[in-house]
């Protein structure tokens, strides 16, 4: 490997960080604390983005009509930005802001800066802010959120100049040690809440919501409308560790599990209770079976009762014919024989007139 670590460290930045255009729409979210910004004739506008990289939020200073200067120790990230037509110095963070005066600065930003510097530095740092900001001045910290697991226990370590992950009641607490009167977290840069059930909800709340925050700051606080809490209420993503809400969804899905159990209990004796129905119809089936069967078979012996008494009555029939045949004959011989004596009885008859007459 023959590039130089701040060659190397550019091409690190373009992989994991996102493009220009991305890095840029991001950071747009910050818009309406510019517009805050008080822009007096007679009045500081000068806006310092400490470690400005390749100067994405410097386009967004100039363009809210801020006097822009980025700082940075690399040289190739410096270059880049220059070749964009921006202003950068190359110069620690912290000698930078000590060159400055005291009330000089409207606005200093540090994006994914304060997590590269040991915490001694980082002190100095915030009281360095704290001295040259103007009353009005703000203060915009931004860093990786290991409130996200993800986060905190594997894309953080993707940077290897990277000290330690910053939780966010903890810079809000040193901004608040150096001197600022009003702090706020903002949490960022997360995929939007799901409609989903409490268990997924949960997961997605703690590995995809809330990326980054920031910790902004001012010098002196404002009440009402210009108060910061108003940013927060409309930018601020959910909080990914929110124990009071991952523990009210995991309470919803044990009380779903244990509807889901009592329900299953309840089919299972349900179940039961049909399954011993269907053993009575079963029964009751079978008894029915039994008498159909019985039937069947007193149906088979009656039909062969039937053929049996069919065939009699052929018999009896075919005796019939040969009897009334023969009874025809009898009658046919007793008539002849009848016939037989009357002729008889006659021809005698006649045989005794005939002899009385002579």
């Known amino acids: 490997m023959n590039k130089s670590f701040d060659d190397l460290y550019k091409a690190f930045e373009d992989r994991f960080r996102g493009s220009r255009e991305l890095v840029k729409e991001r950071l747009g979210i910050y818009q309406p604390l510019l517009a805050r910004v008080p822009r007096q004739a007679d009045g500081p506008t000068l806006a310092i983005d400490l470690g400005c990289g390749r100067g994405e939020w410097l386009e967004i200073l100039v363009e809210a009509g801020l006097d822009a200067v980025g700082v940075d120790t690399n040289a190739r990230m410096v270059q880049e930005a220059i070749d964009n037509g921006l202003k950068i110095e190359v110069q620690d963070a912290l000698e930078h802001l000590g060159g400055r005066p005291d009330n000089s600065v409207a606005v200093i930003s540090a994006f994914h800066m304060v997590e590269h510097v040991p915490t001694d530095y980082l002190i100095q740092l915030l009281d360095e802010c704290q001295r040259v900001l103007t009353d009005d001045g703000l203060l915009i910290l931004e860093t990786p959120n290991p409130e996200n697991i993800s986060v905190g226990t ?205």
């Open 154 to 358: 594997h894309t953080f370590h993707f940077d290897p100049t990277h000290k330690s992950p910053l939780p966010p009641a903890l810079l809000e607490f040193l901004v608040g040690q150096a001197g600022f009167e009003e702090t706020a977290i903002v949490r960022l840069n997360g995929a939007p809440m799901i409609e989903a059930g409490p268990m997924e909800r949960t997961v997605h709340l703690m590995f995809d919501v809330a990326r980054d925050y920031a910790c902004v700051a001012r010098k002196r606080a404002k009440e009402g409308p210009e108060a910061l809490a108003g940013f927060v209420h409309s930018a601020s993503q959910q909080h990914p560790a929110d124990t009071g809400q991952i523990r009210q969804w995991l309470r919803s899905a044990d009380d779903e599990i244990a509807g889901l159990s009592a329900a299953r209990a309840e089919l299972t004796s349900h179940t039961d209770q049909l399954h011993q129905r269907i053993a009575g119809f079963t029964d009751q089936a079978q008894s029915m079976q039994n008498e159909i069967d019985g039937f069947r078979d007193a149906i088979a012996s009656l039909a062969h009762r039937t053929g049996s008494l069919e065939a009699e009555v052929a018999s009896l029939a075919h005796s019939k014919g040969i009897l009334e045949a023969e009874i025809a004959l009898a009658h046919q011989k007793l008539s002849a024989f009848e016939s037989t004596i009357v002729q008889k009885v006659i021809k005698r008859v006649s045989d005794l007139i005939s002899k009385l007459s002579k």
